[in-house]
């Protein structure tokens, strides 16, 4: 079994990263540029992408596109207009994502469609668009962006963000191993965070117009604590980015910039099925 060695060598080398226009993916964009790449940022809200690329233009090659991952055909034409502008792609950062919840019965089938939409099946029209390219240039990277979520269910009010976290993490891995012991030259990571200083608790500005804002005051109360604690021991993006930049270098697949809270969620699960004891729920941002 073959195993992907990594890009050493990312400059001259192009990315495309999508939810680039805020918080992680900007980050990802901006450390990507400084390293000498060219980038394609996707982001399905125009005026944010706008500036981002207003913002990044003074540090290399970067270019805006508008997309909303959830459509494929948006995705084929982000690969097709990258191709045009930069000739080759090395990197696809799949990581644009939303999040909106509640307790179970309050949560309507649009918001589950729209979370599991952009959050996974974002992330798979991103793997099935750009794997054919990075095979036909020789290899790359695809990185993958999960959550702590994707190993913590029983998370209060936030189950569609919990399981389409989790599909996320089972494509990855599954992906990962599928093309390593193919020998493909492509290799995959995962990055699932842990509370990091983005945008991310206000995802409900970017919600399609069937889906209704979740007021419920539980749910509220678990946003508000989220966003606070966030905001005073939250992770800066640009730390975030460092880690991909290394994981891409040496293909290493689990990113984690909160070990403990992924693995503390592995735990409760072996536990559940070692004790039979089932865990109580987790509270975000607690
Ligand atoms: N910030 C955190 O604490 C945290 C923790 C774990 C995981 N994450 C994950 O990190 C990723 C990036 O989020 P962030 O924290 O930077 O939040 P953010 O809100 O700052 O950025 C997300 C970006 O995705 C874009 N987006 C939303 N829907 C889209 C669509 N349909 N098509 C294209 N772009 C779309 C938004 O416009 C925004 O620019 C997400 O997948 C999120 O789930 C974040």
């Given at each position: ?8 060598s ?41 500036n ?24 084929d ?13 090395d990197?696809?950062?799949n ?123 539980a ?9 606070a ?20 270098r ?37």
């Open positions: 079994m073959v195993t992907v060695p990594g890009i050493e990312v400059t001259g080398r192009t990315a495309v990263v999508t939810g680039g226009a805020s918080g992680i993916g900007f980050a990802m964009a901006q450390r990507f540029l400084q390293e000498g790449m060219s980038v394609a940022i996707a982001d399905v809200e125009q005026s944010a992408l706008d981002a690329v207003r913002e990044l233009s003074g540090l290399g090659a970067v270019i805006g596109l508008r997309t909303d991952v959830r459509k494929v055909e948006d995705v034409a982000l690969a097709a207009a990258t191709l045009e502008a930069f000739g080759r792609i990197v696809v950062c990581n644009a994502g939303v999040e909106t919840g509640g307790s179970f019965l309050s949560i309507p089938e649009e918001a589950w469609r729209w979370v599991m939409d952009v959050n996974f099946f974002g992330v798979l029209n991103g793997c099935r668009v750009f794997l054919p390219l990075l095979e036909a240039h020789g290899g790359g990277h695809i990185v993958n962006t999960a959550s702590v979520a994707a190993f913590n269910s029983g998370t209060a009010t936030m189950t569609p963000y919990c399981v389409s976290k989790f599909a996320v993490l089972a494509l990855s891995e599954s992906l990962e191993i599928e093309l390593r012991t193919a020998g493909s030259k492509v290799g995959v990571s995962l990055l699932a965070p842990g509370p990091v200083k983005t945008r991310m608790t206000e995802a409900e500005r970017n919600r399609p117009a069937d889906v209704p804002a979740a007021t419920e005051p749910r509220v109360a678990v946003m508000e604590r989220l966003a604690t966030t905001a005073e021991s939250g992770l800066e993006p640009a730390e975030v980015a460092g880690k991909v930049l290394d994981a891409i040496t293909n290493n697949f689990f990113v984690l910039t909160h070990p403990e809270m992924a693995q503390a969620g592995v735990q409760r699960r072996l536990d559940w099925m070692t004790t039979g004891i089932p865990p109580v729920a987790r509270q975000a941002g607690s």
